[in-house]
T-cell receptor, first 114, second 114 residues
Framework: AQSVTQLDSQVPVFEEAPVELRCNYS??????LFWYVQYPNQGLQLLLK??????LVESINGFEAEFNKSQTSFHLRKPSVHISDTAEYFC????????????FGSGTKLNVKP | DVKVTQSSRYLVKRTGEKVFLECVQD?????MFWYRQDPGLGLRLIYF???????EKGDIPEGYSVSREKKERFSLILESASTNQTSMYLC?????????????FGDGTRLSIL
C-alpha cells in the first residue's frame, strides 16, 4: 500500500521569501510523483510531476521539486514567493498499480503575507 | 486542454434524498474518478471507472454508487443522503494504458445536506 505524508498543514511566509513544502511517501515499488495546487473554490491543477530521469523537476511559475529516493521525499520549493502563490498544495503518488490510482497527502495551505 | 465539467458548483439537498452529481470530460479519457475533499483529510477516493460500465470501489464507497453509461460521463449517486456526506466532491479523469498519467480535475461541487 502507498501513503503520502504532508507534515505541515499550514505554512505562513512573507512575500519574496523562500518556501519549502514537505512531502514524504511510503511505497515498496517505483512511483510517480505529482504536486497539485488548489486555489479557493477551484479544482486541483497539476503543478509538476516526476516520472523518471532527472530528479529535479520544474514548473512554469518558478516552483521546483526534487525526488529523493533514499529519503522517499518529493519536497516542493520556490526561492521567492508571490502573494498569488497563496493556495493549498497537494502531493500525490501513483505507483505501478492498475487504473492509475492516486494517493494524496492531506494538503499544505501556503499563506503568503505582504 | 482537457476539460472536466461538473454539473453544479453548489448544491443543497435534504437528508434522505437521492442525489446525483454529474461529471463530463471532453478528452476521451478511459479513467474517471470521484473524490471527496474534507479539511485536513485531503482527497479520498470514493469510486473510479476504467471503462464504460466498469467501476471499482475506492477507499470510502459506503453510501455511494456510480454509473458510467458513456465514456465521457461519470455520475456519482448518493442513494439516501445523510448530513455526514456534506463535503466538496471532485471529479477527475486520466488517460488509460500508460502509467504515470496525470489526473485532470473539475472545479468541484460543494454539497450541503440539511
Amino acid at each position: 500500500a502507498q501513503s503520502v505524508t504532508q507534515l505541515d498543514s499550514q505554512v505562513p511566509v512573507f512575500e519574496e521569501a523562500p518556501v519549502e513544502l514537505r512531502c514524504n511517501y511510503s511505497s515498496s515499488v517505483s512511483v510517480y510523483l505529482f504536486w497539485y495546487v488548489q486555489y479557493p473554490n477551484q479544482g486541483l491543477q497539476l503543478l509538476l510531476k516526476y516520472l523518471s530521469g532527472s530528479t529535479l523537476v520544474e514548473s512554469i511559475n518558478g516552483f521546483e521539486a526534487e525526488f529523493n529516493k533514499s529519503q522517499t521525499s518529493f519536497h516542493l520549493r520556490k526561492p521567492s514567493v508571490h502573494i498569488s502563490d497563496t493556495a493549498e498544495y497537494f502531493c500525490a503518488v501513483s505507483g505501478q498499480n492498475n487504473f492509475n490510482k492516486f494517493y494524496f497527502g492531506s494538503g499544505t495551505k501556503l499563506n503568503v503575507k505582504p | 486542454d482537457v476539460k472536466v465539467t461538473q454539473s453544479s458548483r453548489y448544491l443543497v439537498k435534504r437528508t434522505g434524498e437521492k442525489v446525483f452529481l454529474e461529471c463530463v470530460q471532453d478528452m476521451d479519457h478511459e479513467n474517471m474518478f470521484w473524490y471527496r475533499q474534507d479539511p485536513g483529510l485531503g482527497l479520498r477516493l470514493i469510486y473510479f471507472s476504467y471503462d464504460v460500465k466498469m467501476k471499482e470501489k475506492g477507499d470510502i464507497p459506503e453510501g455511494y454508487s456510480v454509473s458510467r453509461e458513456k465514456k465521457e460521463r461519470f455520475s456519482l449517486i448518493l442513494e439516501s443522503a445523510s448530513t455526514n456526506q456534506t463535503s466538496m466532491y471532485l471529479c477527475a479523469s486520466s488517460l488509460g494504458g500508460g502509467l504515470g498519467q496525470p489526473q485532470h480535475f473539475g472545479d468541484g461541487t460543494r454539497l450541503s445536506i440539511l
